[in-house]
């Protein structure tokens, strides 16, 4: 325990736990929290690859078709795909969770949580489907 | 259906002991038995120095929680024959010091609940002569989820956040001061927010969401957290606003 906790003096023989260095292994939902922290850090590496995307591209052909072939090669596909997996870790544990964050009333009726949850994940197909027709298409 | 089980209660005694042990009890096996009648079987048959705290035995007084199983559960609660094959694992409620066997410190706790006026703050007391102050329905639903709770600090064990950052005023604190704040009759909302937007306060808040799935009383202490962060933020960006609320 850390300074700051403020506990009735004189009991010295109080006993005190430290919290262990794994206590995120001791459920399943520590350490689904733990991920779902640390997924940001995926987000994090998106987030700079596009912006590292646009900075080639306003450099000319040439950097960007570097660029590209720097996001082919095998090592940043694994990593890539390793992001992937936590970015749509993070949407949907994140989704899951917004009714609970969010409290939106209609009519005076608390909007059932499936509906903010389904409203979430609907918002998302249609953004996507919008990406993948520009892409496509374009 | 199995004549006993065993329980494995968690034994601190200061004067004897560094650090808590187990000792294993071996109590009739009933169908309507919760864990808590077991530390009473325990208590009145077999070892007398046991210690541990209830009250009400029926969900209302919230002294009975303990950890069963790793799992913070209101003991009076917690039906033997929903433990599984036994030992079960009876120790004190988690992250707090303990001060004998399963009896912990509850002062840190009281110290936060004070702190965060979980009464209603009026600017001016109304006369009594002008009556009572009025509420709808609708007003009363807006809070009274939250005022379900019993204190029964079941949320603080069940937060990692607390029991790595002792200072977290915590899951139930918060979960009352938004229940005051809700309150129609209430004008305390700037007081308790200085409160809960320090350091200790909402933000140390990571949304873990166990104290939700702890609460006896369904009280969803995370939820009153998040949305006390949407009315903290927002607050914040007013203040930025030239003509903001200061």
């Given at each position: 325990m850390s300074a700051g906790a403020h506990y009735t003096p004189y009991h010295p023989k109080w006993y005190r736990r430290r919290v262990s260095v794994w206590w995120w292994l001791e459920s399943r939902s520590y350490t689904g929290f733990v991920l779902r922290e640390l997924s940001s850090v995926a987000v994090a590496f998106f987030a700079v690859v596009l912006v590292a995307l646009l900075r080639a591209l306003a450099r000319g052909p040439e950097a960007y078709a570097r660029f590209q072939a720097l996001l082919a090669s095998p090592l940043v596909l694994a990593l890539s795909a390793v992001a992937f997996l936590f970015v749509v870790f993070h949407a949907v544990t994140w989704f899951n969770l917004a009714p609970t964050a969010m409290v939106v009333r209609l009519r005076g009726k608390r909007v059932p949580d499936a509906v903010i949850v389904g409203s979430n994940y609907l918002a998302w197909a249609l953004l996507s489907a919008a990406v993948a027709f520009i892409l496509l298409k374009g | 259906m199995p004549q006993t089980v065993a329980l494995s209660v968690a034994r601190y005694r200061p004067e004897e002991e560094a650090e808590p042990v187990f000792q294993d009890y071996e109590v009739p096996f009933r169908k309507d038995w919760v864990v808590l009648d077991a530390l009473n079987y325990i208590k009145d048959?077999?070892?007398?120095?046991l210690s541990f705290r209830w009250s009400c035995?029926?969900?209302?007084?919230?002294?009975?929680g303990m950890m069963v199983n790793g799992q913070p559960k209101l003991t009076c609660a917690a039906f033997l024959s929903d433990?599984?094959?036994?030992p079960i694992r009876v120790e004190p409620l988690r992250f707090f010091p303990v001060i004998r066997d399963l009896v912990v410190d509850i002062t840190d706790f009281m110290r936060k609940l004070k702190k965060v006026k979980p009464w209603i703050v009026r600017e001016r007391d109304k006369p009594l002569a002008e009556g009572e102050h009025l509420q709808t329905p609708d007003q009363l639903d807006a809070f009274k989820q939250f005022s379900?709770?019993?204190?029964?600090m079941l949320c603080y064990s069940a937060c990692p956040i607390y029991g790595l950052e002792p200072g977290f005023i915590g899951p139930a604190a918060i979960a009352l001061a938004q229940r005051y704040n809700m309150d129609?009759?209430?004008?305390g909302a700037r007081e308790r927010l200085e409160i809960l937007s320090e350091h200790d306060g909402i933000w140390q808040c990571t949304f873990v969401g166990e104290c939700t799935k702890a609460c006896p009383k369904h009280v969803d202490p995370a939820g009153a957290i998040q949305q006390y962060k949407l009315t903290s933020a927002a607050h914040w960006f007013k203040t930025l606003l030239p003509l903001g609320s200061r």
């Open positions: - | 048959r077999l070892d007398g120095s035995r029926m969900g209302v007084c919230g002294s009975c433990q599984g094959q036994g379900m709770c019993i204190n029964c129609s009759r209430d004008q």
